[in-house]
């Protein structure tokens, strides 16, 4: 692979990052992993729905 194609790549991986990462804001508090971070930081489980 050269650097053309991992550009176009990363691009591609961009362009797909932000609508799903606003669809899911619309629907959840948080992210997945900082979900996960939390509940293993206080260890217990916290809501992630709005």
Known sequence: MNQDEG???ALCIYAVQIP???FWLKRFRM???EWLWRLL???KRIPIKK
Do not use: D
């Open 31 to 33: 992210g997945p992993m």
């Open 41 to 43: 930081t206080y260890g």
């Open 20 to 22: 799903l990462s606003s």
């Open 7 to 9: 550009t176009i790549i």
